[in-house]
T-cell receptor, first 114, second 111 residues
Framework: GAVVSQHPSWVICKSGTSVKIECRSL??????MFWYRQFPKQSLMLMAT?????????EQGVEKDKFLINHASLTLSTLTVTSAHPEDSSFYIC??????????FGPGTRLTVT | QKEVEQNSGPLSVPEGAIASLNCTYS??????FFWYRQYSGKSPELIMF????GDKEDGRFTAQLNKASQYVSLLIRDSQPSDSATYLC???????????FGTGTRLQVFP
């Protein structure tokens, strides 16, 4: 199957700082990538759809200015959490693939904001 | 009504038994159906996908789709303790650009 990587796998940052998470499709090109957030014992929550060469589409309730998404190439999308706060601590997961076909998930990034 | 519904469980089955996981969806236009497995602290991994009515088998896993009744199920034969995880059902249509996930069913396989 297709491989999606994420970096870093975990990060600890101080409140008020920004953190960038990278998502890469290693063996295929992805015009569309998705960013999810998952809190403990809860299901995946789609945050936004990242489209190569255009603006991301954010889900209702997700702050565009706080979660900046850039899909600069067919193999890379980045999520920047700006001015992070403890409530942003979560497991962030990206996926890639063309809907309605299968999505492949990255291994996830665990963010802890202190 | 939620778009994709799953029983949260836990579903407990003994080792060697068949585990049956069910998922219902509300959008009759749904055309692609996926089962993902998620271990605690890990990201989801794709187990199977099914597009047509009927059964699709892959090793110990069988996906069953009934579009008339709007449900999709996953059967795991010869369940193993290593199958203990949360199983996520996901659905998409050709008119949407995203997968809709259920909340997942936690499966526990005990020795």
């Amino acid at each position: 199957g297709a491989v999606v990587s994420q970096h870093p796998s975990w990060v600890i940052c101080k409140s008020g700082t920004s953190v960038k998470i990278e998502c890469r499709s290693l063996d295929f090109q992805a015009t569309t990538m998705f960013w999810y957030r998952q809190f403990p014992k809860q299901s995946l929550m789609l945050m936004a759809t990242s489209n190569e060469g255009s603006k991301a589409t954010y889900e209702q309730g997700v702050e565009k200015d706080k979660f900046l998404i850039n899909h600069a190439s067919l193999t890379l999308s980045t999520l920047t959490v700006t001015s992070a706060h403890p409530e942003d601590s979560s497991f962030y997961i990206c996926s890639a693939g063309e809907v309605p076909y299968e999505q492949y998930f990255g291994p996830g990034t665990r963010l802890t904001v202190t | 009504q939620k778009e994709v519904e799953q029983n949260s469980g836990p579903l407990s089955v003994p080792e060697g038994a068949i585990a049956s996981l069910n998922c219902t969806y509300s959008d009759r236009g749904s055309q692609s159906f996926f089962w993902y497995r998620q271990y605690s602290g890990k990201s989801p991994e794709l187990i199977m996908f099914i597009y047509s009515n009927g059964d699709k088998e892959d090793g110990r896993f069988t996906a069953q789709l009934n579009k008339a009744s709007q449900y999709v199920s996953l059967l795991i034969r010869d369940s193993q303790p290593s199958d203990s995880a949360t199983y996520l059902c996901a659905v998409s249509t050709y008119n949407t650009d995203k997968l809709i996930f259920g909340t997942g069913t936690r499966l526990q396989v005990f020795p």
